[in-house]
């Protein structure tokens, strides 16, 4: 699905903003969501679907 990782800033962030909920479910600690796991799961999507663009 996500075979092209020369994706713009905004392309992510439509991504994460669509997979929002999904990001929230992992990133429960004993049913409360944890921000800073929150903020590492964003990071590394990011920087995944970032990887090969070119600077």
Request: charged content about 35%; proline content about 0%; cysteine-free.
């Amino acid at each position: 699905m996500f075979k092209n990782f020369n994706m713009t800033d905004d392309e992510v962030m439509q991504i994460i903003n669509e997979y929002d909920n999904l990001i929230n479910k992992y990133s429960r600690i004993n049913g409360n969501i944890d921000e800073d796991l929150k903020q590492e799961i964003t990071i590394e999507i990011y920087k995944t679907l970032t990887k090969n663009r070119e600077k």
